[in-house]
């Protein structure tokens, strides 16, 4: 009886809490993980105009001038998006007599550029979409299309699959200068940030050349081997550097030290597509800013690379293989294209965004009524007021217990109804609950007969609680030698129901399976260790 009562008078005063168990070891996530993560999905957008044909999303440009536009190459349109709703604007498709591939804006904004896969280059006004100019000169395909960075708004520069780079003055529709080296396929290219007279481009042929169209007689000024055909190639913001994408990974050069390698990046398992510029740091327009490099892959990864300090900072997993990316200078939106015509567009919530009614508004642009300062007794905020208030370092906080809150199998353990405890907690689907319910029974002794009074369908809940979680690591150690127990007590009654022998056939393959996966790798360690060893010596 003096049992019964100490056990009541711990039950009115504890709760049944789950035993702390080894959990997978996640990092901690840093500031800039968290940023990028920041940008939300809010939805997928896709170009299936036929069931049995996919598009893929070639390229992704943004317009250089707010609210930051963006345009999509698919099939043989372009289609324009809002920079401020993420919906679609316009679209651009009768003038593609094929695919349309590398789209550019001009530095202003006012012009959209495109290369198709007839070899054309067209121009087109980005507002009204008038067809402005037809560049016809490439003999093949024309994959590469871009404009001047800076201030140059009367020549582009186009690359195609004839191997040939062209310099065009596009007001006389005119190709100032065919400029000859390439000896593949020339799929990509990036002016300079800092002359309208330098550009890059790469090719199948593993080069990247460096053209400057004041020296255009004597072909390339630099060579880069990046000996895998080229993807992408990006200028970096400081126009002293290069980034080439091809194969599985990607070079940072140094084009003032003479194209000496700096870095090789071999995080992607296949490859490299597309590379763009992202900024990280305080809101667009101020000095804290950090530039990176994000890579998509035909693995489905984007990596975010910090090429100062030569690391990965930050890496995402998509569900299709990525084809382009692209980033909007005011570093809110994050846009990637994959190869069956899906956007993936992430929106990052500035300060400046507003909320609705919890919005902070400065109190210069609204006037405060004299009369809402003053709190009355007869506000129902008098009776709460300062109880926000943080206490200063000699205050003394004097806080009101809690009162404890008692699950359900918790009030039937206080009332010593065992089993209806143990169902309530199997019921309620809460692993750790249960577990922690079983080890309070195998405490007072009572496990087992709460086992042997189970009917039918409580035992069936039971076996398949124990199926689905026995094999599980945390648990393993614990529940296997439970469940021997309860097959050896009620082995007559799963004998007698077709749903008890099926959790147990279940149950039967996933041991099965998990000691199959336990030999694997015991071999597999056989293996390594010595390699392991021999290593240590070295």
């Not at 940023?35 to 893929?56: A, G, L, Q, R």
Request: with cysteine.
């Amino acid at each position: 009886m003096a049992e019964d009562e100490s056990r009541i008078s711990i039950a009115k005063t504890f709760r049944v809490k789950p035993k702390l168990r080894p959990t997978s070891n996640k990092a901690t996530p840093t500031p800039e993980s968290k940023f990028w993560k920041s940008f939300k999905i809010p939805k997928d957008i896709e170009f299936t105009p036929s069931k049995s044909v996919i598009y893929p999303i070639t390229s992704i440009a943004f317009s250089p001038i707010a609210p930051h536009d963006f345009a999509a190459t698919h099939s043989a349109n372009i289609s324009i998006f809002s920079g401020k709703t993420l919906e679609p604007k316009s679209t651009i498709a009768s003038a593609f007599a094929d695919s349309a591939t590398s789209a550019a804006f001009r530095c202003d904004g006012k012009l959209l550029a495109a290369g198709d896969l007839t070899g054309t280059v067209h121009v087109f006004d980005a507002k009204s979409r008038t067809h402005l100019r037809r560049l016809k000169c490439h003999s093949a395909a024309a994959r590469l299309v871009r404009y001047p960075r800076a201030d140059d708004k009367f020549h582009l520069f186009s690359g195609g699959d004839d191997s040939v780079v062209k310099y065009w003055d596009v007001t006389t529709e005119t190709c100032l200068f065919n400029l000859l080296g390439h000896k593949d396929y020339v799929r990509c290219g990036d002016a300079s940030p800092v002359s309208d007279d330098m550009f890059a481009s790469g090719s199948y042929d593993h080069k990247v050349r460096i053209w400057d169209v004041r020296v255009s007689n004597s072909g390339s000024v630099m060579e880069l081997n990046h000996e895998k055909p080229v993807e992408s190639v990006l200028y970096l913001p400081s126009g002293g550097l290069i980034a080439t994408a091809g194969g599985n990974f990607v070079k940072i050069w140094d084009v003032i030290g003479g194209g000496k390698l700096l870095y090789s990046m071999e995080s992607h398992n296949k490859t490299v597509t597309s590379l763009c510029i992202g900024k990280i740091g305080k809101e667009s327009g101020e000095e804290a800013q950090q530039y990176r490099i994000l890579s998509v892959s035909l693995d489905g990864y984007m990596k975010v690379f910090d090429y100062a300090k030569f690391k990965i900072t930050h890496s995402m997993r998509f569900p299709n293989p990525l084809l382009s990316v692209g980033f909007s200078p005011d570093c809110s939106t994050r846009v990637i294209g994959t190869t069956n015509g899906t956007f993936y567009v992430g929106r990052r919530k500035t300060k400046l965004e507003s909320d609705g009614p919890g919005d902070v508004v400065g109190l210069g642009d609204v006037e405060v009524d004299p009369e809402r300062r003053v709190i009355r007794p007869t506000y129902f905020r008098y009776f709460h007021r300062g109880q926000n208030t943080k206490p200063s370092e000699g205050d003394y906080l004097i806080t009101r217990p809690r009162k404890l809150k008692f699950a359900v199998h918790d009030k039937l353990l206080k009332k010593f109804r065992h089993k209806e405890a143990l169902v309530a907690a199997l019921s309620g689907k809460n692993t750790e609950n249960v577990v922690a319910v079983m080890e309070e029974l195998v405490a007072r002794k009572k496990l087992l007969k709460c086992v042997s009074n189970l009917d039918e369908e409580e035992l069936g809940l039971l076996l398949g609680f124990l199926q689905k979680y026995s094999t599980m690591p945390r648990y393993a150690g614990f529940l296997m030698r439970f469940t021997e127990k309860v097959v050896e007590m009620r082995a007559d009654d799963i004998k007698s129901s077709d749903q008890l022998r099926g959790n147990i056939r279940n149950l039967k393959r996933d041991v099965e399976e998990e000691i199959r996966i336990q030999q694997s790798m015991q071999e597999i360690q056989g293996i390594i260790s010595p390699m392991l060893r021999i290593a240590a010596r070295r």
